[in-house]
């Protein structure tokens, strides 16, 4: 499917490898992670957090790659959370799929270890760093990666129902639906 957006709850550093194995595209980002070139290189659409005023900007640019059959990967919490539990999904990139009249993928990304127990490991949350969290994915015997494709979601015209009906598709119980792949990490 082309021009598509998809979102799935952030936990890690490792999100865009586990879902670019299954579902390559362009990825809105914090800013200050990345310089312009590295940005370009990556296939990174940069966010300011602290902007709101910049925000429209970035959803028109989602809308744009949307409208040119391009994938455009978004963690709509705006925050990485630990794995275990997840933030809500805030309505404003919903409306890039609105504008464009492109369809929404939900994803639903969970790490686990050997054993099928949810890992805790590749979380980057707080006042961690990169390195740490590196370290302590490194730290494990290995860890699997397990995108869950959820069912596409219609635009339709209101971005706060459909970022309710994309939380939703990625809720709790996802790990008993079909669509599964899992994607070795480490």
Do not use: K
């Not at 990139?93 to 590749?122: E, K, W």
């Not at 760093?129 to 494709?149: E, F, P």
Request: proline fraction near 6%; aromatic fraction near 6%.
């Amino acid at each position: 499917l082309r021009g598509v957006l998809v979102v799935s709850p952030h936990m890690s550093w490792l999100d865009v490898f586990a879902i670019g194995a299954v579902l390559p595209g362009w990825y809105v980002a914090r800013a200050d992670m990345f310089g312009q070139l590295t940005a370009r290189l990556l296939n990174i659409i940069p966010i300011e957090r602290a902007s709101l005023r910049r925000l429209p900007t970035v959803v028109d640019t989602v809308a744009d790659r949307l409208r040119a059959g391009q994938t455009v990967v978004a963690f709509p919490e705006g925050t990485t959370w630990c794995g275990v539990a997840c933030g809500s999904f805030y309505p404003a990139m919903f409306q890039a799929a609105i504008d464009s009249g492109r369809p929404v993928q939900p994803l639903r990304l969970t790490y686990h270890h050997v054993d099928g127990l949810i890992s805790t490991a590749p979380a980057f949350v707080g006042d961690d760093t990169l390195w740490a969290a590196m370290c302590r994915l490194i730290s494990q015997r290995r860890t699997l990666a397990h995108v869950h494709v959820e069912s596409l979601q219609l635009p339709g015209a209101d971005r706060r129902a459909l970022a309710r009906r994309c939380q939703s598709a990625v809720g709790v119980g996802v790990a008993q639906r079909p669509g599964r792949r899992h994607v070795l990490v480490a």
